[in-house]
């Protein structure tokens, strides 16, 4: 098995917390992003559009899901810092860029994993429920971008910068989620007040995010430093 | 600090070194008598167990130059041993660089010395050419040797004589045996490493 594999394994066996917590979201999104066709009609008439605005804000929480969902990665990557382990890899040759990826292909593999199934589970609701094939590409695009970003910049900002991740009192405290919310929540709330942007207002985000990352993901043979894998 | 992931069994954790860096994991349960831990969680082992387990990692692989950081701290004296006895077997065709503050133990296993203080290199050559300015001998007799060593002091059970050189030891058993001593037991008292490592 892979260090990649090893590495998602493990992170789920270590805190499943998350991962349900993951799940859960995940699904409530799904659950919004289709409620609306399924309500009566008179719950809905009002004078925004919110059968299109729904399933826009299940991008963002979709999204947030996949950043949960693949939280446990950077959680053990500190565990395994603190214990010595990449202490030991770095003796024996492995480089610290190569154990580097390995956690950021596991948190992005996880995150992937659970945005393809939520995605392809949206669509197919979606379908039987009425929304517009359009609507439904459209939220699957974005959904599977932001949160794919989001994880990547999250995941490479905590394992470069360890003031991210705090251990106080033996608790793993995670503050470089933050990192994840603060882009996303925008998604959440804007939409409701400029209900006509709601797309582009979600594409917008996607594309920062996305540029964000590319943007770490150059600067990450300066971050990712040898001395930053020692306990 | 003994990098061993500790949810994982002692065998889940030696496969996982060896998918990372290759190596024989039962070469190293047969090596450290692992076999019988080998499904145990690493998490529920004695301290000794782990110290185990944390060093058999490094003989996955055969290797040139071993570098051990402690490797005795915190374990009961027989796995001690155990490990005292595997570094000196792995010494007689291997190079083994290992950290000690334990004085007795690097005398007792090492065959060059590096002293290093204040992470100055205070000294390296073979432990055998460490000299002290004095050596206190202790000389336990089963009968009262005391007119025979009036210059020794009674300390635990032993005569204790000091003395400039080692050399003075055997000149000193020879005068005590004619003079009717029966000798149990002959020792040096003081470590020479402990001397050195507290000179300025």
Same mark, same amino acid.
């Given at each position: 098995m892979t260090f990649w594999r090893v590495t998602m394994r493990r992170s789920i066996n270590l805190s499943k917390t998350y991962v349900i917590i993951g799940v859960m979201l995940a699904l409530y999104g799904t659950i919004l992003s289709n409620l609306l066709p399924l309500l009566p009609t008179n719950t809905v008439n009002t004078p925004i559009d919110l059968t299109s605005i729904f399933p826009l804000l299940s991008v963002a929480i979709l999204s947030l899901s996949a950043l949960l969902f693949s939280m446990p990665v950077v959680m053990l990557f500190v565990y395994d810092k603190n214990n010595? /382990?990449?202490?030991?890899?770095? +003796?024996?040759? #492995?480089?610290?860029l190569d154990i580097f990826k390995g956690y950021v292909k596991a948190s992005l593999l996880l995150a992937a994993s659970l945005l393809t199934f939520v995605i392809v589970l949206n669509t197919v609701i979606g379908t039987f429920v009425g929304t517009s094939?359009?609507? @439904?590409?459209? =939220?699957? $695009?974005l959904t599977?971008? /932001?949160?794919? +970003? %989001? =994880?990547? @910049? %999250?995941?490479?900002?905590m394992i470069a910068f360890s003031s991210l991740q705090k251990t106080r009192m033996g608790a793993n405290q995670p503050l470089g989620v933050s990192i994840g919310i603060i882009p996303v929540f925008p998604a959440l709330i804007l939409p409701f007040i400029f209900p006509s942007y709601a797309l582009i207002i979600d594409v917008s985000l996607a594309a920062i995010i996305l540029l964000a990352s590319i943007g770490l993901l150059l600067s990450i043979g300066k971050l990712i430093l040898r001395e930053k894998l020692l306990p | 600090m003994n990098a061993i992931p500790e949810e994982m069994t002692v @065998?889940?954790? @030696?496969?996982?070194?060896?998918? /990372?860096e290759g190596g024989d994991v039962d070469r190293v349960l047969d090596l450290?008598?692992?076999?019988? *831990?080998?499904? +145990?969680?690493?998490?529920? #082992? +004695?301290?000794?167990? !782990? !110290?185990? =387990?944390? $060093?058999?990692?490094i003989f996955l692989r055969d290797?040139? *130059?071993y570098l051990l950081d402690e490797p005795t701290s915190n374990v009961d004296p027989k796995v001690s041993k155990e490990i005292r006895d595997i570094l000196i077997k792995l010494s007689k065709d291997k190079f083994v660089l290992y950290s000690s503050h334990n004085l007795y133990e690097a005398k007792e296993i090492g065959t060059y010395l590096i002293l290093i203080k204040n992470g100055q290199l205070k000294f390296f050559d073979k432990v055998e050419n460490v000299k002290m300015k004095h050596y206190r001998i202790g000389i336990k007799s089963l009968n009262d040797i005391s007119r025979l060593l009036p210059e020794a002091k009674l300390e635990n059970d032993y005569y204790v004589v000091t003395v400039d050189s080692p050399k003075m030891v055997a000149g000193i058993i020879n005068d005590l045996v004619r003079g009717g001593a029966e000798l149990a037991e002959v020792r040096e008292l003081d470590n020479p490493l402990q001397e050195l490592f507290e000179e300025d």
């Open positions: 010595g /382990i990449f202490e030991y890899l770095l +003796s024996t040759g #492995l480089d610290q094939l359009t609507l @439904l590409a459209t =939220v699957a $695009i599977f971008s /932001i949160g794919v +970003s %989001v =994880v990547f @910049l %999250v995941t490479v900002s | @065998l889940d954790a @030696l496969k996982y070194y060896a998918e /990372i450290l008598n692992l076999k019988e *831990l080998k499904d +145990s969680k690493y998490n529920t #082992l +004695s301290q000794g167990q !782990k !110290k185990r =387990v944390s $060093i058999g990692k290797r040139d *130059l």
